[in-house]
């Protein structure tokens, strides 16, 4: 495991958490920065990407409005803003460092992955 993601946890309808990745290693000093997430039972599925100087950002339709990914490259981290969340929401989330400048929406660009972190979301 390269990556530390934290912030997860339960909530209900219409909360907020808000998820972090670490990099200890420095894996992403120079790289892009995604979150996917995995329901049980479901596929992974891309949730938000950004560029290795946020100035390219990227998201899964039906968060596009509620989520925002940002990253602060002083301290090796990035975070998923996650508001208005809904009962679909609930995954496992991921966070992945590129193999580039930018890793988009597909999974096959990223090296290094976090070990995930649990969101329940309740009605």
């Known amino acids: 495991v390269q990556l530390q993601a934290s912030g997860g946890g339960p909530v209900q309808t219409g909360g907020s958490l808000r998820l972090s990745c670490l990099d200890p290693?420095?894996?992403?000093?120079?790289?892009?920065v995604a979150w996917f997430r995995q329901a049980p039972g479901k596929e992974r599925e891309f949730v938000a990407a950004?560029?290795?100087?946020?100035?390219?950002?990227e998201y899964l339709d039906s968060v596009r409005d509620r989520f925002i990914i940002s990253r602060d490259n002083a301290k090796n981290a990035v975070y998923l803003q996650m508001d208005s969340l809904k009962p679909e929401d609930t995954a496992t989330y991921y966070c992945a460092s590129s193999l580039g400048y930018y890793g988009g929406t597909d999974s096959r660009n990223y090296r290094y992955w976090g070990q995930g972190t649990q969101v329940t979301v309740s009605s």
């Open positions: 290693r420095r894996t992403f000093s120079n790289n892009g």
């Open positions: 950004i560029s290795f100087r946020g100035s390219t950002t």
